[in-house]
């Protein structure tokens, strides 16, 4: 077996240190050890760093881990919806209505404005048809918006508890 | 004692992969699964950052924000490492930071006010000899000075193989480094402890 030292292969030695080299690896290192000083000394001193290592041990945790974690949690879910209630989705929702009820306006009020074609038959009528079917636009533009400002009350939870 | 992260041991695919399914889950928002991920690693990751910052209470605080972390990324998860990998790279980053920002100064305060005032540790250490409390906690501190002087990486290094007795390879992904560079740094982690330590075999 070449020197681990030489090859720079100390990563066995750290093994056979801790006590992790096993079968015949261990052997070949033991055999090795036998006729090898410098890796000897290694060895020596890894075990002994190993063994003050082993001798720190961690502090114990705080019983209100859990809770400290999860509540924190709790707070970033209720933050992000009322936040997502503010600026998201309902807040376009609801702004659609308002929108399209002036736009609507516009639209009725640019209609009637329009100077009529003089003198050719057919436009009273299309004139006629139009302004026969511009109430139930508005009419259902205005029922779908009332949809979904219901929709956005459904989707705004009153509660924020996590399940957790 | 080290304690064991399911990392390379027989047996440690399954429960690597019970992690990520956990992770799926808390993905689908089972919040159940993420209790069982918080109870399964809090305190190898505690420890992990207690041993880094040699703090409790800055560790605690980082191991609330590692957590945090994962529960905000559990949208974007994808398993595409073992999860003890992902989970100790959010820790090592932290650790790292508040080494770097200094966090842990109060405590190396108090190591050194602790060696200084070592009869007030009289107190605490229950065993029946004074002089042997004093010893071993000489000794403790001696050890927490050795690796608190070391580099932060190589600190990280030497702990996550030390303690949590992960393989090279994994370290390397937790460092975001190649595995020749992972024994670059505990070989010279370890030749520094050895000096520094190497008098207490």
């Known amino acids: 077996m070449k020197c681990p030292l030489e090859t720079r292969e100390e990563r066995d030695l750290v093994a056979y240190a801790s006590r992790a080299l096993e079968g015949g690896d261990a052997e070949r290192l033991e055999a090795h050890l036998e006729s090898c000083s410098a890796c000897r000394e290694f060895v020596r001193e890894q075990r002994a760093v190993?063994?003050?290592?082993?001798?720190w041990e961690a502090e114990p945790i705080s019983a209100d881990?859990?809770?400290?974690?999860?509540?924190?949690?709790?707070?970033?879910?209720?933050?992000?919806?009322?936040?997502?209630g503010r600026m998201g989705f309902p807040l376009v929702y609801r702004a659609l209505l308002p929108v399209t009820a002036v736009a609507c306006l516009v639209m009725v009020g640019v209609l009637l404005e329009r100077?009529?074609?003089?003198?050719?038959?057919?436009?009273?009528?299309?004139?006629?048809?139009?302004?026969?079917?511009?109430?139930?636009?508005?009419?259902?533009?205005?029922?779908?918006?009332?949809?979904?400002d219901q929709f956005n009350h459904m989707m705004k939870p009153d509660s924020s508890t996590p399940r957790m | 004692?080290?304690?064991?992260?399911?990392?390379?041991?027989?047996?440690?695919?399954?429960?690597?992969?019970?992690?990520?399914?956990?992770?799926?889950?808390?993905?689908?928002?089972?919040?159940?699964?993420?209790?069982?991920?918080?109870?399964?690693?809090?305190?190898?990751?505690?420890h992990f950052l207690y041993r880094m910052v040699q703090q409790q209470a800055v560790a605690e605080e980082l191991a609330q924000e590692v957590f945090l972390r994962v529960y905000r990324s559990r949208a974007t998860y994808e398993p595409t490492a073992k999860f003890t990998t992902w989970l100790f790279r959010i820790a090592t980053h932290l650790a790292l930071n508040a080494l770097r920002d200094g966090r842990n100064e109060r405590s190396q305060e108090r190591l050194d006010e602790r060696t200084e005032g070592m009869p007030a540790l009289q107190v605490e250490d229950r065993r029946p000899s004074v002089e042997q409390s004093m010893v071993r906690q000489a000794r403790l501190d001696e050890v927490k000075h050795a690796v608190a002087a070391l580099p932060g990486k190589q600190r990280a290094a030497v702990l996550m193989h030390k303690y949590k007795e992960m393989e090279y390879t994994?370290?390397?992904?937790?460092?975001?480094?190649?595995?020749?560079?992972?024994?670059?740094?505990?070989?010279?982690?370890?030749?520094?402890?050895?000096?520094?330590?190497?008098?207490?075999?």
């Open chain 2, 170 to 201: 994994q370290i390397a992904k937790v460092l975001n480094c190649s595995e020749s560079a992972v024994k670059s740094l505990l070989f010279r982690a370890y030749e520094t402890l050895r000096a520094r330590l190497a008098h207490m075999a």
């Open chain 1, 115 to 148: 100077p009529l074609p003089p003198r050719v038959p057919a436009a009273p009528v299309t004139t006629a048809h139009v302004e026969s079917l511009q109430p139930d636009q508005v009419v259902h533009a205005l029922d779908e918006m009332e949809v979904l």
């Open chain 1, 65 to 84: 881990f859990d809770r400290r974690l999860f509540g924190r949690i709790a707070a970033e879910i209720s933050w992000w919806q009322r936040m997502r």
């Open chain 2, 1 to 46: 004692m080290p304690e064991r992260v399911n990392t390379y041991m027989g047996g440690a695919t399954a429960a690597l992969d019970y992690d990520a399914e956990l992770m799926l889950r808390v993905k689908e928002g089972d919040g159940e699964s993420f209790a069982q991920l918080l109870d399964k690693h809090r305190t190898p990751v505690v």
């Open chain 1, 50 to 55: 190993w063994e003050a290592l082993d001798g």
